[in-house]
Structures are given as C-alpha cells and as structure tokens.
C-alpha cells in the first residue's frame, strides 16, 4: 500500500510543484480555444480546467494526470449549444440572455454527465476498459497524436515568421535540455527564457492576451450557481442525450489516458472505477459553479509526467496555478506567446506517437494492423469514442470468426456405440462447425457426445445440443451426452427425453450465467 508522501507528491515535491506550473500554463490556450468550440465564454473553460482537474487530482486514479475541458467532449456541446439557442430564442430572450442560458443548459449537461460517470464507477464498470485490445490502444494514441498536432494549426493562421522560430526554439529546448538536466522542467524553461526575450525585444508575435484578454477575468472565482432551467423538464430531455454522450466520451478518453500513463508511468496501476467516479464528481462540481464538462487531458497529462510529475501535488498544483493566473496575474498571463504553447504541445504530439507499431504492423496479424490503422484513422476523422468501439467490434467480431470452429473426433467402442469427441469452444459463432459434424441417418443405434475437450459458451451453443439430441430421436436412436455441466442440462429443453447424462460431469457454468 502506498503512503501519503507516495500517493500525493510521488517521488520529488519539487518535480511535481515545477511539472504542476508548466502545465497550468499549458492548460490555458486549450482551454479557451475549447470553449470557443462550444460556444462559450473563456471562463467557462479556465474554470473546468480548475474545478475537474483539482478534483481529479485528489480523488482520481492515477495520480499525476491532468483533467480539463476537451476538444472531444466541447465537440459534442456544440450540438446542445446549437439546440439550446433555438429553444432560448422561441422563449423570445435577447441576444445576451440566450449566451447566458448556453451556459446553464451546458452546466446542466455537466451536472447529469457526472451523476452517470459516478454511477459507472460505483457499478465498477470501469474494468470493461481491459475489452480494448492492445492495437485499438495504440491506434487511440497515434491518432490523438496527430490530432493534438493539427489543433495547433489554428494558432499559425496569418502568423509571422518570428512565431515559426519561437516555436523552433521551444522544441529545441523541450529536446536537448533534458539530455543535460532535469532539474527543471524543460517546458519551464522555455516559457521563462522565450517569454522574457519576446517581451524585452517587443517581438511582433502572437500572445495569449491575443486570444482573449484574461484582465476582464481578473479577481474572478467560480461562485456556486444552481442552473436556472434546472426544474424544466422539457430543457432536461434537450440536454440527457448530450450528457449521455459526453459521460460516455469522457470516461472513455480518461480510462484508456490512465492506460497510457501506466505504460509509460513508474508501474503502478491505476484504478479504472475510481477515475470514473473522480471524473463524475468533478463534472458534477463544474455543473453547480458554472463550468463545461470535461475529461483527462492525454496531452497535458503527458507533459505533468515527462517533467517529472508523477504525484497527485502537480496536478493540484497545476489546478491551483491556474486559477491563481487567470484571477491575478493576468497580466503575465496575456504576454506568453503563444508559439510557446504551439511548440510544446508539438513536442508532446512526437512524444505520444507510437512509433514503434511502424514496425510492429508488417509483423503483426493482418486484423490487428487493420484494427490499429482503422482506430487511428477513424479517432482523426471523427471522434475517439467511435474509433474505440469500432477497434473493439473489429476485435471481437475477428477473434469470434477464429473461434468459430468445433472440431470432434469420432471412433467406435467394442459394443458399436459411436463417440463423438468435441474438441473447441461452442458458441454462437461455432453452431454451423458443430451441426457439420454429425451424419445422422448413418451413424449406429446407440451414440455418445463426449465435452469434456469442449466448453459450452453461450445459449446457443446449449440450444444447438438439444436440437442435435431431438434428430437422433426422431431417427429412432438413442443418445447419451458426457461431460455436460449441470446448466446446461437444465436449460436444455427437452432434457431427459431422448438422452441420458453420465455424472462425471465438469464444475463450470454458462457464459451467460455469470
């Protein structure tokens, strides 16, 4: 069991204290670039990246990751910002009523998003994240890579040449400083040195105050606020299929990020159902002070653990430092450039991309190389929700069709009874293999089906058994069945009719008994 030291700051205070500012930097450009997508002030964002991600960081499970608003979860509201404004209008509120009701209907959606990732976790289904098979992971992260590159492409539009060197600059440091030291951060470092020389050389070059000017948000805080359409049944049933949505995509991207950082992390595990219910509460958090929903950051999570944050202090430190930026030091704030950040999340997107499944795949299963393809091309196109649950369809509709073969070897005992002796598992996807076996207009009098080198998986494997037994009835001949479990006996319709049961039978159930 861990210790409080091993748990809350990990291995070094000043590692975790140092990753956690670099982080809360890096968490304000992604932050307000996702609440423009969703249609919202940047407020809305900076404040679910300090509401979730203090949560997160102290109840979540993996210490160390970093939560925050989302392009994946903001590109869902934008639907319900889209239905809310029509709703807003036909109750005849002005322009600046209806930006305010955006808020709340999406405050809602946090608030019913996070009471479903609580349920999710209290239920402990969090474990079902070990069904995405290893390349539908691989294909998460190369395609998360590529999408945390493009998401900077914005940032160059109508830039001048001096931001391509800043962004040169920042890589260049994020790649060989730590080959000398690690002292510091490195994305630190940058930040320090880049903004001083830019602001001292008055660098025409793009800033944070650029994007929006933080001053207007000074002295701020979140307040508690219940949302006002919070008794209006109707402005409910608008919001539950987003939040449903949103729970779903956020539980999804904050599980398989927790399994990435296990895989790079230090070798600890971390707990899929106490992610969920930390995501949960600290979505519910958001909905009651004025904050979006959101999930675990994959980008800023691995920017926390290569600089050496691997205990939950970073990401409180990260939450805290950016609220104490947003609300007082504003002014430092807006003169970051931003080809900083750029340059940074660059540096995380080589990072994150697993390069190495460039020379696993020739050597791979062809269905696993698609799988991995697929999930990376689908996670780019669309959304990462859909590109996981298509990696694990593939999957599992490839490892049926490999497995949908029994196989049963016959032979005759010395009173001229015929044995069929199955080998493999029967189940839906075997069911035709199975009934290919048997020759029943020729075979003798008396037959045994023998499973004990087979296992019944599902109903229709049990069905497909008793279907068998009621032809060699109605063929006059008589079956006996060995090795058979007792739930299967029972379920079998016509048990005891036209066959008998040796009782050396095997302890397993059903499948679908469990």
């Known amino acids: 069991m861990l210790n409080f030291k091993e748990t809350f700051i990990g291995i070094s205070p000043k590692k975790d204290i140092l990753s956690g500012l670099v982080v809360s930097v890096a968490l304000v450009p992604e932050a307000i670039a996702f609440s423009f997508i969703a249609g919202v ?307 995380v997107s080589i990072g994150t991309f697993e390069w190495s499944s460039f020379a696993r795949i020739t050597k791979m299963p062809k269905v696993d190389a698609f799988v991995l393809v697929s999930v990376t091309l689908i996670t780019i196109k669309y959304d990462l929700a859909v590109a996981v649950i298509s990696g694990v369809i593939i999957s599992a509709l490839a490892f049926a069709w490999k497995h949908a073969k029994v196989y049963a070897k016959t032979y005759m005992q010395e009173d001229g009874t015929k044995v069929y002796d199955f080998d493999g598992p029967l189940f839906f996807g075997s069911v035709s293999s199975f009934n290919e076996q048997f020759d029943v207009e020729n075979d003798p009098d008396n037959v045994v089906l023998d499973f004990k080198n087979a296992r019944v998986m599902d109903i229709s494997g049990v069905e497909a058994i008793d279907a068998i037994g009621k032809k060699y009835q109605e063929a006059g001949k008589n079956i006996k069945i060995r090795h058979l479990s007792k739930e299967c006996k029972s379920i079998m319709k016509n048990a005891g009719k036209f066959c008998t049961y040796e009782e050396d039978d095997p302890n397993y159930k059903v499948a679908f008994d469990y």
């Open 41 to 347: 002030s940047p407020i809305v964002g900076l404040y679910t990246a300090f509401i979730l991600g203090l949560i997160t960081s102290l109840i979540g499970g993996k210490p160390g990751m970093i939560s925050g608003a989302t392009g994946s979860v903001a590109v869902v509201l934008v639907g319900l910002s889209i239905s809310a404004k029509t709703y807003l209008h036909s109750l005849g509120l002005d322009d600046a009523q209806i930006s305010y009701g955006i808020v709340e209907f999406i405050t809602m959606a946090a608030l019913l998003a996070g009471f479903i990732q609580i349920s999710i976790g209290a239920l402990k289904l969090g474990k079902f994240i070990r069904l995405v098979p290893q390349p539908a992971l691989h294909g998460f992260v190369n395609g998360l890579a590529v999408v945390i590159a493009m998401s900077q492409f914005k940032f160059l539009q109508n830039s001048s040449y001096v931001m391509y060197v800043i962004i040169g600059a920042t890589m260049l440091i994020m790649y060989f400083l730590p080959k000398f030291t690690d002292a510091v951060p490195a994305g630190l470092v940058a930040i320090v040195t880049l903004t001083l020389i830019v602001y001292v050389f008055q660098m025409d070059t793009k800033l944070v105050g650029d994007l929006a000017d933080l001053s207007a948000f000074k002295g701020k805080l979140p307040t508690f606020h219940m949302p006002s359409f919070i008794f209006d049944l109707k402005a409910w049933e608008m919001v539950l299929p987003y939040a449903v949505i949103v729970a779903l995509v956020g539980i999804i991207e904050s599980l398989l990020t927790l399994s990435v950082l296990d895989e790079i992390g230090d070798g600890r595990r971390g707990s899929g159902n106490q992610e969920c219910v930390a995501q949960g509460v600290g979505n519910v958090a958001c909905g009651f002070f004025g904050a979006m929903p959101g999930c675990a950051m994959i980008g800023q999570s691995i920017i926390n653990y290569t600089s050496g944050g691997l205990g939950r202090l970073s990401g409180v430190t990260a939450s805290i430092g950016l609220i104490l930026l947003v609300a007082t030091l504003t002014d430092i704030l807006n003169i970051i450039p931003i080809a900083i950040l750029v340059g940074i999340m660059f540096m």
